[in-house]
């Protein structure tokens, strides 16, 4: 089946300006994650998304970025006025919670975010 | 000091040699340990995990976790140029299996 699907795969903005990350899960993952990976860093948490519950954003590091999810599927996630420090690769993950390898997780291609 | 270290490397080995990837971590807590592989480009992919301590393997592949020690490791043998890649250790906790805590990744090459 088809797998986790990021849009766009690469984005080129200037500081200051507000982008959108798209991530389209697989079919009935309820879980949903976003992370940021930027050069020699590892994966850096920034939000998760679990079925109907409040998401955990307890890693987004600062009120400039955002994100939901529409119908327990799709999710965008929102940098506002961005900065030079926010270019990185944003990474969407799903799983399927409730089961026994919950931690399981089926990332995307990724989304490389350069500002300029 | 991270909750997981990782040696960025870059580890660069002949075909055919043997491979070892380590992690270490300070949370006692962590119960779940994975192996991600990681293509130039590409999202990461579940290569192993394993559950506490002890060993597992996967044909050329073995996960080995060493509690004690806060300390896991994974063996590649016969190593082909297809397993160049960066490889992520992550972990979470039996409270909270899927946040998941990623080591930087190693960056392997493996020449011919």
């Known amino acids: 089946g088809a797998g986790v699907s990021q849009s766009p795969s690469n984005k080129v903005t200037e500081k200051g300006k507000d982008v959108e990350l798209r991530c389209d899960p697989i079919s009935g993952h309820t879980a949903l994650y976003w992370y940021r990976q930027s050069l020699g860093q590892g994966l850096e948490f920034l939000i998760y998304f679990q079925g109907n519950s409040a998401p955990d954003k307890s890693g987004l590091p600062s009120d400039r970025f955002s994100a939901e999810r529409t119908g327990g599927s799709v999710s965008t996630l929102t940098i506002q006025r961005t900065q030079q420090e926010d270019s990185a690769v944003y990474l969407c993950a799903s799983s399927l919670m409730g089961h026994r390898r919950a931690y399981e997780q089926y990332f995307g291609p990724g989304t490389r975010l350069t500002v300029t | 000091q991270k909750e997981v270290e990782q040696d960025p490397g870059p580890l660069s080995v002949p075909e055919g040699a043997i491979v070892s990837l380590n992690c270490t971590y300070s949370?006692?807590?962590?119960?779940?340990f994975m192996w991600y592989r990681q293509y130039s480009r590409k999202g990461p992919e579940l290569l192993m995990y394993?559950?506490?301590?002890g060993n597992k393997e996967d044909g050329r592949f073995t996960a080995q976790v060493d509690k004690s020690s806060k300390y896991i490791s994974l063996f590649i043998r016969d190593s082909q140029p297809s397993d160049s890649a960066t490889y992520l250790c992550?972990?979470?906790?039996?409270?909270?299996?899927?946040?998941?805590?990623f080591g930087t990744g190693t960056r392997l090459q493996v020449f011919p």
């Open positions: 992550a972990m979470s906790t039996p409270y909270n299996t899927d946040k998941l805590i």
């Open positions: 394993t559950y506490s301590s």
């Open positions: 949370n006692s807590a962590f119960q779940y």
